[in-house]
Every structure is written in structure tokens, then in C-alpha cells.
């Protein structure tokens, strides 16, 4: 993973996991976390560096959801209308 030179606040990702995102901001290790993967450990040492910020967004807020998840009607209608995705019918009026 490369970060960017010159960046001076650090890269926001958004993850829908809480433990994915407790494990990252910890930093202490547990004999429970010995089995990660290195990719992991990589993630949790750029979160503790200030590189990055891994923060907690629950599937609600999560619009790729809609192309990989199971959602309520409501749900997906809105995720649908913030990527801007329009009905074949729609586009041609």
C-alpha cells in the first residue's frame, strides 16, 4: 500500500466491521491476534503512524451495498438514487 507524499491529514477508510475497526485502533496484541494476516498488521501499523483512520459506517451508509448485499426495499432505493443509477425508461425521457 502506497500513501501518497505530501498528504498532511490522514486517508479515511470506512469500514463496516467493528471489530475489523477496534482490532485497528488498538494497540495493544493479544494471543488471539497472532494467526492475522501480515496485510493486517500492515493496516495497524499505518493506523497507529497517523497514515490512516479506519472508522466504523454501518451497512445503512454503505452504498456498494446495494450491488453485493440483501436490502430492505427503502434501503436499497436510497443507496440507488445516491449513485445516481437511473432506470433504462428514465434515460430516455
Not at 479515511?12 to 482490532?23: F, G, M
Request: one cysteine or more; aromatic letters at 8%; a positive charge.
Amino acid at each position: 500500500m502506497l500513501i501518497v507524499e505530501g498528504i498532511e491529514r490522514p486517508l479515511k477508510l470506512y469500514c463496516d466491521n467493528k471489530s475489523i475497526v477496534l482490532y485497528s485502533n488498538n494497540n495493544r496484541s493479544s494471543t488471539k491476534s497472532k494467526n492475522i494476516d501480515i496485510k493486517f498488521l500492515v493496516v495497524k501499523e499505518r493506523v497507529r503512524s497517523g497514515q490512516i483512520s479506519i472508522e466504523h459506517l454501518g451497512k445503512n451508509f454503505m452504498i456498494a451495498y446495494t450491488l453485493t448485499k440483501e436490502l430492505p426495499p427503502k434501503v436499497f432505493h436510497e443507496h440507488v438514487d445516491h449513485m445516481g443509477v437511473l432506470q433504462f425508461e428514465e434515460s430516455l425521457v
